[in-house]
């Protein structure tokens, strides 16, 4: 939050229920500031782990918690881990119905527990049953023949500030906006270190030292805003449609 002081930006903070139940003074001073609150699941559980129902129980309760404890609408969801995969789709009606106007869930390109692999990376409306849903996908560049992440999480902490500027370049010249994300412990570099196999160490801790710099960096290089606010100003949502288990032209 105070790095986004220094700059005059404001953010959105994906929220899991069961850290805002424990400590709803955070969350309501996060609303206070004028953030906006986004869902992330009530205890942070892929999709795909969830039957249907489960899912509907966990997004309603940490939504109706989140607007209980912030007095704002809460229109904004995560899937936890990015688990949004195609075998997931059925959760877009499930959200319309319980109030959800966006999700920023999508990863268009592969990686652990979802991504879709060649999905446009270009915002977009998507029709479904019980409604509309804005969707807004993960940001992504084209570097080497391959499509990755670039610009939150892991790959902010670990990839070259070059290559991260390279990537925002590139989306501009496309006239697409960047959605930039971290967790709080990307830029605590005093966390304790959990005792991880080899790999997942690495995927959790490298780049720790530098985070915060880029991202203040990057915080004074672009204009940044929430999720719903950077969509309300995007004029060239196009229409999809979710049939069959699918997503296609409308």
């Given amino acids: 939050m105070r790095l986004l002081d220094e700059v005059g930006a404001k953010g959105t903070f994906l929220t899991v229920g069961w850290i805002a139940e424990k400590y709803p003074c955070l969350i309501k ?9 986004g869902c992330h699941g009530y ?14 129980e966990e997004v309603s309760r940490c939504r109706k918690l989140l607007q209980d404890i912030t007095g704002q609408e809460v229109t904004c969801y995560r899937a936890p881990g990015f688990s949004m995969r195609r075998d997931c789709f ?4 499930i959200l319309v119905e319980e109030g959800f106007q966006t999700d920023i869930s999508l990863v268009p390109a592969s990686r652990d527990h979802g991504g879709i692999k060649g999905f446009s990376p270009k915002p977009f409306i998507l029709r479904t049953s019980s409604g509309n849903i804005n969707i807004f996908p993960v940001s992504v560049m084209r570097i080497a023949g391959k499509t990755i992440p670039f ?9 070259p500030m ?3 500027e390279f990537g925002y370049r590139q989306n501009h010249k496309q006239g697409l906006p ?7 412990r990307e830029i605590n570099v005093a966390q304790p270190r959990l005792d991880l196999p080899l790999l997942k160490r690495f995927k959790c801790y490298v780049g720790l030292k530098h985070c915060k710099t ?4 990057l915080l004074k290089t672009y204009r940044y805003d929430t999720v719903s606010a950077v969509l309300d100003n995007y004029n060239s949502l196009h229409v999809l449609s979710l049939k069959n288990g699918g997503i296609c032209n409308a």
Avoid: N
């Fill in 151 to 159: 610009s939150g999480g892991g790959y902010l902490r670990f990839l």
């Fill in 29 to 37: 001073t996060i609303s206070d500031l004028g953030h906006e609150i």
């Fill in 178 to 184: 960047v959605m930039s994300y971290i967790h709080p």
């Fill in 214 to 217: 880029k991202l203040r960096r």
């Fill in 43 to 56: 205890y942070h559980r892929l999709i795909f782990e969830q039957t249907p129902e489960q899912f509907r």
């Fill in 90 to 93: 059925w959760a877009y009606p």
């Fill in 162 to 164: 070059p290559f991260i």
